[in-house]
């Protein structure tokens, strides 16, 4: 997800992002039982499926309908005042993680967009001809560079929507399959956010586990590098197999594209190269992208690549009271209908309906929660389920992928699973940098994987602005959620690796262990 100023020091992360279900008794009593908290969130997925799998429908906003049906649904189960119930909501979309998210997306967005305006994807196609990079190689190229830059900057939502921006229409201009490049994008978001050091991902499954960052990224590198070796394999294979995307007058339209493409929109190259140094630096990713929007805002301007109006333009009608007298100013003209355009608004606005959604899906996992039906399927798999170490680790590696199937939001998954992943390992005295790493694969990966999860939604938000950026990008060419769930390589991959390392013993730790020279502090 984002990164956070001084990751060694977010001591108290878990108990401030998110309710431990392990310490609270449910505050909210159901007819049925505990298991009735979840008719929420699982009402919701079963819309989700319908919608998009069965209807083919991607929408944003029939999602929201979805969930909050589900949670109108769930209030005629509850035993007394629905008081508590409309209380919960409020407390789950108030927890930070969902914030942080959302303040992530919106600044992303408007970063990629004035990008985007200043001609960088022109740029990605000019050096793509220069160097004879075709679409047999871009999928893979794009998912080594994805997680390089998710790596740098801690978020992987972030890398999703930069690379979705500019890298998926110059790929798809180039021939490759759209639903195959978007999950090389997904799997190089999910690379970085697993890895990064300022990643909240790693600092939550560090801190949950109670093991030093340092140490929990040296020993998860094994884990990542098998998965993403294979994953680079299996997109180099793929894309000589899978077809183009069919674009009306496709070859006048790449050629056209590919005359009309300079290399001056790789200036961006510095924009981006700024956001990732002051990320790495340590600085917020609020601060980070900000520094970027500055530097790429500048170079449009500077270098004469868009007109200040394609960054912000206030459209007045003719009777307002300053009209003549602004219109002199280049960010202002005299329109019909009233309005406030340019890259920074649109960057922004492409992400309002999905922070609602991501804001109600979060209220209802915390209804989950209060409700205790989180806290009975733990205490099923505990007690049924972790008879061993083997069984042990394998029910935290299911455990946790049952809860990103729920909770969207990788790093509030991660809190929430968190004390639950503990109180196993610890049972069987597995090390900490073991279960932070079995707690952090699990949700990096499936947090970009199922159709309405948060990494999938920002990268479909994305898309949705591209038909009207460039001529020959239709409807069609957008990719449905649904469709992108086998291609996720590197995401599938991880949660294999983590599956066969329980089976196989591959990697394991105990608490003896932790001094061990393969994972001492870095």
């Given amino acids: ?45 079963l ?13 944003e906003e029939g999602l929201v309908l979805g969930i909050l049906l589900g949670l109108i649904l769930g209030m005629f189960f509850v035993k007394g005042s629905w008081k508590g119930y409309a209380n919960t909501i409020f407390e789950g979309m108030t927890q930070p993680v969902a914030v942080t998210a959302i303040v992530a997306w919106i600044w992303a967005g408007m970063f990629a967009q004035t990008m985007q305006t200043g001609g960088f994807v022109e740029g990605l196609v000019w050096m793509a001809d220069l ?27 972030g890398t999703t929507i930069a690379f979705v921006a500019l890298f998926f229409p110059a790929g798809v201009l180039l021939g490759t399959n759209p639903v195959l490049l978007f999950g090389a994008i997904l799997s190089g978001a999910i690379f970085g956010d697993n890895l990064a050091p300022v990643s909240d991902t790693t600092i939550v499954s560090a801190v949950t586990q109670d093991a030093d960052i340092g140490g929990v990224v040296a020993s998860r590198f094994k884990y990542a590098i098998i998965a993403a070796v294979l994953a680079f394999v299996g997109y180099v294979v793929a894309s000589s197999v899978l077809p183009g995307a069919e674009i009306t007058n496709g070859a006048e339209a790449r050629q056209l594209f590919v005359e009309e493409s300079t290399p001056i929109g790789l200036v961006h190259l510095l924009s981006m190269g700024v956001v990732i140094a002051t990320a790495v630096a340590g600085r917020h ?23 200040p109006s394609a960054i912000v333009n206030f459209e007045a009608p003719a009777d307002a009271p300053a009209a003549d ?13 009233p309005a406030v355009t340019g890259s920074l608004v649109e960057g922004a606005a492409g992400f309002f309906t999905l922070s609602i959604l991501v804001l109600f899906i979060i209220g209802a996992a915390q209804i989950m929660i209060r409700g205790g039906a989180f806290q009975a399927i733990l205490d099923w798999s505990l007690d049924t389920l972790a008879t061993n170490v083997r069984n042990a680790e394998l029910t935290m590696v299911g455990s946790a992928a049952l809860i990103n199937a729920t909770i969207t939001i990788n790093t509030a998954a991660e809190v929430a699973i968190g004390p639950y992943i503990s109180k196993v390992g610890e049972r069987f005295n597995i090390n900490g940098y073991r279960r932070a790493n079995i707690l952090d694969a699990q949700t990096a990966a499936l947090g970009y994987i199922f159709p309405w999860s948060g990494g999938v939604l920002v990268g479909y938000s994305e898309m949705q602005g591209l038909p009207g950026t460039y001529d020959w990008f239709d409807e069609s060419l957008i990719v449905n ?42």
Avoid: C, K
């Fill in 1 to 45: 997800m984002s990164r956070r100023d001084d990751p060694p020091d977010d001591e108290d992360i878990a108990s401030e992002q998110f309710v431990d279900p392990t310490d609270e008794e449910p505050a909210i009593t159901f007819y049925g039982g505990r298991g009735m908290s979840a008719l929420p969130i699982a009402f919701f997925v």
């Fill in 285 to 307: 990713i609020v601060e980070a992208i900000s520094w970027g929007i500055v530097f790429a805002v500048a170079s449009n301007l500077l270098f004469g690549l868009t007109a």
């Fill in 325 to 337: 007298q602004l219109a002199v100013l280049p960010i202002v003209e005299i329109a019909e209908d």
């Fill in 131 to 157: 160097t004879g990079v075709g679409a047999a190689l871009f999928p893979a190229i794009t998912f080594v560079l994805a997680a390089l830059l998710a790596t740098g900057i801690g978020t992987g939502y």
């Fill in 481 to 522: 959620p649904i469709d992108v769930v086998p291609f996720v390589f590197h995401g599938w991959l991880l949660v294999a690796v983590f599956v066969l390392a329980a089976i196989t013993g591959f990697g394991r730790e105990y608490v003896i262990d932790r001094e061990s020279e393969e994972v001492a502090r870095v």
């Fill in 47 to 59: 819309w989700a499926i319908v919608q998009t799998a069965l209807l083919r429908i991607s929408s």
